[in-house]
């Protein structure tokens, strides 16, 4: 009787895990998301504005999710601090709350966010320091700093990124720049973890020419997927999942010095 009861209680036990893990968002690891995008930079003294297009190609499916829509600019209050203001319209972002309930056979999944646009509004402070002292004495090093604020559900979040960059000199004109950087995101009111985006990522510029330039850049991104708001109304044990993919972009930036 005894061990009826035990393997009633093991084979429950193991009936709700299973339930809980098909219910849970599934991420796949190491798959390739692609991005492109094209910037248009106006320099005018100590001012840099900017508008720039953004379209990405996500999941397994590599399907058009991600646009955006970014216009702002960078002022030069000082030889080595840049400081920017920046707007942004962005479509097909997926958060925590995205995850909701439908009815059977598909109890939960993502909610299509590709058609709903969000606004975003950024405030951030790049000084940047020139490593004269290392091999080559073309180094800069610059430490980013950006608060972001989504209206969209009030989301506000802080963002920083050290970032090394060599450049490649010819007859004193950058004919090609290297960097080094890493990126991560701290949610202020939002989440349930310390850090929900970060990644590494190496890049390179081409300057063709002192208007046009190249850009191509390859990232592991590591987001944190918290527990939706509906899942835990509904009495279900929190969790958080992690969605690793790499992430390859090339960029096209054009410069005008009017």
Known sequence: MGASVLTAAALALAAAAQAFADNVPVAPNGILE?????????????FDFMADVTGRLEDAELSFQYRALTLGGYYRP????????????????????????????LPWSWQDATGRFENVFML?????????????????????????????????SIMVRP????FWLVDRQ???????AYEAYFPLNFGSTFIYESYPWLGVHYHLTPEVMFELAESYKSTVWSSSQQWL???????QVVYSRWL????????LNP
């Open 34 to 46: 692609l991005e492109g995008h094209t910037a248009l930079v106006v320099q005018t003294g100590s």
């Open 78 to 105: 000082l030889k080595n601090l840049k400081i920017g203001a920046f707007y942004r319209l962005e479509a097909g972002v997926r958060h925590d709350d995205d995850w909701v309930s439908n009815p059977t056979p």
């Open 124 to 156: 951030d402070a790049s000084p940047r320091f020139l490593l004269d002292f290392l091999p080559g004495k073309s180094w800069v090093f610059m430490l980013k700093g950006r608060y972001i604020y989504n209206t969209f559900e009030n989301q506000q």
């Open 163 to 166: 970032e090394l960059t060599y």
């Open 174 to 180: 950058p004919l090609f720049d290297f960097q080094a």
């Open 233 to 239: 109304a509904e009495g279900n044990s929190p969790y």
């Open 248 to 255: 390859a972009s090339f960029g096209v930036i054009w410069t």
